[in-house]
């Protein structure tokens, strides 16, 4: 049973359309499977941030922090709400072996 959980999750993972916006425009420092390939970056995967509601991500997505560009205006918001649909599931596909 919880094998065929996990299957099903993976499938509602490939499907994410945020995970190709993710890979474009995050991955590069955050990590392609989420864990950060930049220093100062946080690494998803191991749950980083992810305490913070999706309204503060948000913001920090569309208005940057650090040496995180903003995002705001360069992408529209409902892509940006898709690669953190994404960002979301990073933590579960590395407890699961998958990233």
């Given at each position: 049973?919880?094998?065929?959980?996990?299957?099903?999750?993976?499938?509602?993972?490939?499907?994410?359309?945020?995970?190709?916006?993710?890979?474009?425009?995050?991955?590069?420092?955050?990590?392609?499977n989420?864990?950060?390939?930049?220093?100062?970056?946080?690494?998803?995967?191991?749950?980083?941030?992810m305490?913070?509601?999706?309204?503060?991500?948000?913001?920090?997505?569309?208005?940057?922090?650090?040496?995180?560009?903003?995002?705001?205006?360069?992408?529209?918001?409902?892509?940006?709400?898709?690669?953190?649909?994404?960002i979301?599931?990073?933590?579960?596909?590395?407890?699961n072996?998958?990233?």
């Amino acid at each position: 049973d919880e094998l065929a959980n996990r299957a099903v999750r993976l499938l509602q993972i490939q499907d994410s359309s945020g995970e190709s916006a993710y890979l474009t425009f995050c991955g590069g420092c955050h990590g392609f499977n989420g864990i950060a390939a930049y220093v100062q970056a946080p690494s998803f995967a191991l749950a980083e941030r992810m305490e913070k509601s999706d309204a503060e991500l948000f913001r920090t997505i569309i208005t940057g922090h650090g040496v995180m560009p903003r995002w705001e205006n360069k992408l529209p918001d409902d892509v940006l709400l898709d690669a953190l649909r994404f960002i979301r599931t990073l933590p579960l596909q590395y407890r699961n072996g998958i990233a």
